[in-house]
């Protein structure tokens, strides 16, 4: 191929793999999250959760503060959920058999990770686009400082956050050419790097620059001191975190990106390019003879365990649906099926775990108990909660499914098959709770129960993927885990011993999400007929 071909061919490829990335649900989820991010990074005035302060203050909202409040919280949730979003197209590409197209093209192994490592890398610039222009508005919503100027509003996402992406698409792709991160264990062991790196990349002799907090926490602190002194807490902190009192604003007019960061972000760049070309010692392009990441692998490959694959036929299969069975004995078998289907092809490993953690559940004391092995037995299951609603449709059962004569009671055993999931791994903590006459533990316990199936379900249903889940479900777990008791959905986090969460509002939350998900249902089956 001639230079201009191989551009060609590569603009062809990204393209048509970023339009079809975009329009996927999990896109418009964590954009919208990344945009309320950027809400939280410039709260108002008297607002009680913010994302950047240094101790008690904060900088008055210049474009300067903003641009770069917004470009570091918008680094912090894009590398951690913006993974999820990018990183299954070379799956995606296999189950849709794309990918056999590809290995009879005459195009090279480099070529196709370099188009995908540039689309996984423009679908995380547009979001971090968006963001931007939201920065823009939240300047000129706060009020005050109107005066923008766009060089110190946008210089931050382009010098801070954007080679950041260059390497969570990078990343992703790797993941995805290497067998033990292809599937489930590879969303989690993400969210634990994505945590080290939000920690560590905070220092000012992190890698690279890690997060490019350094220089600004530096710049910040040293305009701090020369408005107020030496008094107050000078500690800088990024991260979602609730303040007593709102925040003491000082004036801040931003910074000078020095040469030597500025390198270390290029480097940056050259090791995301690097590590997305790197599969192209082993990755066997979709051609079976060869091996390659997707050879073997089911749309199922997320699930802690083999779960048969069935391949999606050609075109939607609807069969005449058949009369219902009424009676509760036949929804009792509906149920104990959907059960089976749910932990189906779990390996014994994991239910020696689930053991173990229950035995630790009864022989805790109670306070351990609530506060480390109830958040443990409701994060170990998170691969297996991830498959309700979305198994029919990676399968490619769909259709076969749509002849169930009653698909509202297949529906709803399906989120009964989540809660005795929930509620039998979390059976310790209720036992220890009911015989301590912990009422209120007992009632978070309960909302816990209904609301975990219950957001696993919805996302399955609206999403049609097991990963807006994973994403949702494992910072949401983090924070509570890390004491915000204003998400506390299982009652961990206590005061004086009683739940300090809004406990009587995870059932009603966990109601409402199981009647979107019926509408959600309603509405797709009538779109579908």
Same mark, same amino acid.
């Given at each position: ?16 793999? #970023?339009?079809? &990335? ?5 896109? !418009? ?6 945009? /309320? ?6 709260? +108002? ?57 590809? %290995? ?16 996984? #890398? ?38 801070? %956050?954007?080679?950041?992406? *260059? ?26 790097? %994505?945590?080290?790196? /939000? ?17 600004? %926490?530096?710049?910040?602190?040293? *305009?701090?001191?020369? @408005? ?32 030597? #960061? ?43 365990? +083999? ?17 219902? @069975?009424?009676? /509760? ?10 059960? &089976? ?14 053991? $173990? ?23 170990? +299951?998170? !691969? ?13 059962? @769909? ?16 989120? /009964? ?68 008791? $204003? ?11 009683? +739940? ?20 959600? $249902? ?8």
């Amino acid at each position: 191929m001639t230079a201009l071909r191989l551009l060609r061919t590569l603009a062809g490829l990204t393209a048509g793999d #970023f339009r079809d &990335r975009v329009r996927r649900p999990v896109h !418009l989820v964590v954009l919208l999250a990344a945009v /309320g991010l950027g809400w939280l990074a410039v709260p +108002p005035a008297d607002g009680r959760w913010v994302i950047l302060a240094l101790g008690e203050y904060r900088g008055t909202y210049t474009s300067a503060y903003v641009g770069v409040a917004t470009a570091l919280a918008g680094g912090l949730w894009l590398t951690l959920g913006g993974f999820y979003v990018v990183r299954k197209g070379l799956a995606r590409d296999e189950e849709t058999r794309v990918g056999q197209i590809l %290995a009879a093209t005459p195009a090279r192994t480099v070529l196709l990770l370099a188009a995908k490592f540039l689309s996984n #890398f423009l679908v995380l610039a547009s979001m971090l686009g968006v963001l931007a222009v939201t920065a823009l508005c939240l300047q000129l919503v706060r009020g005050e400082d109107r005066g923008v100027d766009p060089v110190a509003l946008f210089q931050p996402f382009l010098v801070m %956050a954007l080679p950041l992406l *260059a390497l969570t698409a990078a990343a992703a792709l790797l993941f995805e050419t290497v067998p033990v991160l292809r599937g489930g264990l590879g969303n989690i062991a993400w969210f634990c790097v %994505a945590l080290v790196v /939000g920690i560590k990349g905070q220092s000012a002799d992190a890698p690279f620059g890690g997060f490019g907090a350094g220089p600004a %926490a530096g710049s910040l602190r040293a *305009a701090l001191t020369e @408005e107020f002194g030496k008094a107050g807490d000078h500690t800088f902190s990024l991260g979602l975190t609730q303040i007593p009192e709102p925040l003491t604003p000082f004036r801040w007019d931003g910074f000078t990106f020095g040469g030597d #960061f500025l390198v270390s972000r290029l480097l940056l760049v050259a090791a995301a390019v690097a590590l997305a070309l790197l599969p192209a010692l082993w990755f066997g392009r979709h051609d079976s003879t060869r091996g390659g990441p997707a050879d073997g692998a089911s749309p199922a490959a997320d699930a802690p365990a +083999p779960v048969p694959a069935y391949a999606p036929p050609p075109a939607v299969l609807t069969l005449p649906r058949t009369a219902a @069975e009424r009676g /509760g004995r036949t929804f009792g078998r509906l149920l104990a099926g959907e059960v &089976r289907i749910l932990v189906g092809g779990v390996s014994p490993w994991w239910w020696a775990v689930a053991a $173990a953690l229950t035995l630790a559940g009864l022989t805790l004391p109670l306070d351990a108990v609530t506060g480390l092995v109830l958040p443990a037995v409701w994060i170990w +299951p998170v !691969l297996v909660w991830s498959r309700l609603g979305s198994l029919p449709v990676e399968h490619g059962l @769909e259709g076969l499914l749509g002849a169930y004569p009653a698909p509202r009671r297949r529906l709803l055993a399906a989120w /009964g098959s989540g809660v005795v999931l929930t509620a039998v791994l979390g059976v310790a903590p209720l036992l220890r709770m009911a015989f301590a006459a912990d009422l209120p533990g007992l009632a978070a316990w309960l909302g816990g129960v209904l609301f975990i199936p219950s957001l696993a379900l919805l996302l399955g249903v609206v999403c049609r993927t097991h990963r807006v889940f994973q994403v949702v479900y494992l910072p949401l777990w983090y924070l509570v885990v890390n004491q915000v008791a $204003a998400l506390d959905f299982m009652g961990a986090v206590r005061e004086a011993g009683v +739940p300090a969460g809004p406990t009587p509002l995870f059932p009603l939350l966990a109601l409402l999400l199981l009647g979107a998900t019926f509408l959600a $249902a309603e509405t797709r089956r009538g779109l579908t007929i």
